[in-house]
């Protein structure tokens, strides 16, 4: 699947500036690394991103916002459960 090359541009306006920051071709879609660990990526045009423990209940209660759903299987596990994914045209900086 490819991925929206207009919300890349979007994320790279926003990552403009972060040190260390890289983007690799996975998943069939972009991701963003930082610091070498995967930070948030494209798949089609849906936004990942990695969101903290203490913000991740208030985040999926946001519109547009779910979990993300690698494979259609639920996430499990600290490792993949905190990644969330946005609708593009539904957020902004």
């Given amino acids: 699947?490819?991925?929206d090359p207009e919300?890349?541009?979007?994320v790279r306006g926003v990552l403009a500036g972060v040190d260390d920051v890289t983007e690799?071709?996975?998943?069939?879609?972009l991701t963003f690394?930082?610091?070498?660990?995967m930070y948030c990526g494209i798949v089609g045009d849906r936004?990942?991103?990695?969101?903290?423990?203490?913000?991740?209940?208030?985040?999926?209660?946001?519109p547009f916002v779910a979990t993300m759903d690698f494979h259609r299987a639920a996430t499990q596990g600290?490792?993949?459960?905190r990644w969330g994914r946005a609708s593009s045209g539904r957020f902004s900086r």
């Fill in 1 to 3: 699947m490819a991925f």
């Fill in 7 to 10: 919300l890349a541009d979007r």
């Fill in 24 to 29: 690799k071709k996975m998943f069939g879609g």
């Fill in 33 to 37: 690394m930082l610091g070498g660990k």
């Fill in 47 to 62: 936004l990942m991103v990695r969101v903290g423990p203490d913000a991740y209940d208030d985040a999926l209660a946001e």
């Fill in 78 to 81: 600290d490792g993949l459960r």
